[in-house]
């Protein structure tokens, strides 16, 4: 799996619409200060289902669209969509080829795609489960990020180990099964009072 291409139109500093392609191999991507290049993989961050923006360097979502310049009026949405190359199907869905979109407007109304079908934010972050890949995965390594894994608690690194070993997908299932045995053990008592 590789990412082929990112699709931008109306994200932070990118109001027109551009497509950058990726081949195999590895990329640079170079530019004056403040130029946009952070601001690049920002957009990964924020298509694969960040919700914090002070993650995303702003101060709130609206942050992220396009908010004009001297020259250019603002925009009213920003839109972000990536495709990966999924010929090893390392995403566990049929598709050759996964494309993950995400725009939201002024108002916040926002929406999620998976090959230009809605859907929810938790199928984009169950989709990404043990890759690497996700909003907390390890693929996107953020200025000031290494350091801060170097000198975080155990139990935050731990959670990239697991990430990395795969397991992630099973804990969260653990903890979802572990909280519906607890809602059935509050209703059986329910049901014993009722029959006493
Ligand atoms: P550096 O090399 O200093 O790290 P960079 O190339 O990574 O810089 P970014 O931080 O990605 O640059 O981009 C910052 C630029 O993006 C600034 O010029 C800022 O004005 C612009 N920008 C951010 N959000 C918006 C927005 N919502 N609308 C318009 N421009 C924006």
Known sequence: ????????????????????D???????????????????????????GEQSAKQLRGAKMEDVIFAGTQARK?????????TLDNSDHALPV???????????YRSGESEYQIN??????KDI???????GIGKEGYSIIGQGQIDK???????????????????VKFKRRKAAAVKKLEN??????GVNDILS
Request: proline share 3%; charged share 25%; hydrophobic share 40%.
């Open 184 to 189: 059935e053990r509050n209703n059986l008592v």
């Open 74 to 82: 603002p925009v009213g949405f920003a839109y972000v969509a990536i």
């Open 149 to 167: 894994i170097l000198s975080g608690k155990p139990e935050e690194r731990r959670e990239l180990f697991d990430e990395a070993a795969g397991i």
């Open 1 to 20: 799996m590789y990412l082929k291409s990112i699709e931008v139109q109306g994200f932070k500093s990118f109001a027109n619409k551009i497509l950058f």
């Open 116 to 121: 230009g079908n809605g859907c929810r934010l």
């Open 94 to 104: 049929d598709y050759d080829e996964v494309t993950v979109s995400r725009r939201v």
């Open 125 to 131: 972050t169950e989709l990404f489960y043990d890759t």
């Open 22 to 48: 990726f081949h195999k191999g590895i990329t640079g991507i170079v530019g004056p200060n403040g130029s946009g290049k952070s601001n690049v993989a920002d957009a990964v961050r924020w298509v694969l």
